[in-house]
């Protein structure tokens, strides 16, 4: 079985912090990692995933996150944030089988402040 | 090339009826999946079809239904619906083909815009 626990469903960061949000991860078999970002009334949209290759991840939008087997987390982080990164930022675990369902946590919400 | 397409985008129901949401998957992949997002929730995996058949399912019961067509499009099918039912239902598609494994695109799914169910 998978789950995903994502630390903090609201963060408030101001414009040109860095960015911090945290997600540990429990997987019985090799996990594939993912961050999603959801901007309101749309669908999810992929940041980064993590499928092995290195450990340290980068994504779209200056976004990169980092996998750390000895702690099961997988936290994402930007150094400056930027007004248009407030949204919903989700961390999604699945596995290498055939049927690759996504189980996502529960979500943190980013606001960004001048 | 269009994204990931989904029908419609808002709809209203009551307790009791029947709703058929509609996926048109991305260009060139064949694997669909549905997932259920209430409100301030992550989303929830609901069932996946691959080759026009049900390969996986989430923790659903069955009123929860699906199809998917010789084209790869799929419809999620809600019967006897609970208030609890109201939430976005998103799609999400990947190629499973060995083309999509080699090149590491098999493992993401690429999510439509949703359509947001309410029911009264």
């Known amino acids: 079985a998978q789950s995903v626990t994502q630390l903090g469903s609201h963060v408030s960061v101001s414009e040109g912090a860095l960015v911090l949000l945290r997600c540990n991860y429990s997987?019985?078999?090799?996990?594939?990692l993912f961050w999603y970002v959801q901007y309101p009334n749309q669908g999810l949209q992929l940041l980064l995933k993590y499928t092995s290759a290195a450990t340290l991840v980068k994504g779209i939008n200056g976004f990169e996150a980092e996998f750390k087997k000895s702690e099961t987390s997988f936290h994402l982080t930007k150094p400056s944030a930027h007004m248009s990164d407030a949204a919903e930022y989700f961390c999604a675990v699945s596995g290498w089988a055939a049927g690759n369902k996504l189980t996502f946590g529960g979500g943190t919400r980013v606001l960004v402040k001048p | 090339d269009a994204g990931v397409t989904q029908s419609p985008t808002h709809l209203i129901k009551t307790r009791g009826q029947q709703v058929t949401l509609r996926c048109s998957p991305k260009?060139?992949?064949?694997?669909v999946s549905w997932y259920q997002q209430a409100l301030g929730q992550g989303p929830q995996f609901i069932f996946q079809y691959y080759e026009e058949e049900e390969r996986q399912r989430g923790n659903f019961p069955d009123r929860f239904s699906g199809h998917q067509f010789p084209n790869y499009s799929s419809e999620l099918n809600v019967n006897a619906l609970l208030l609890g039912d109201s939430a976005l239902y998103l799609c999400a598609s990947s190629p499973e083909t060995w083309t999509g494994r080699v090149s590491g695109s098999a493992d993401i799914q690429y999510f439509g815009a949703g359509t947001r169910l309410s029911v009264l």
């Open positions: 260009s060139g992949h064949d694997t």
């Open positions: 997987s019985s078999v090799p996990p594939y």
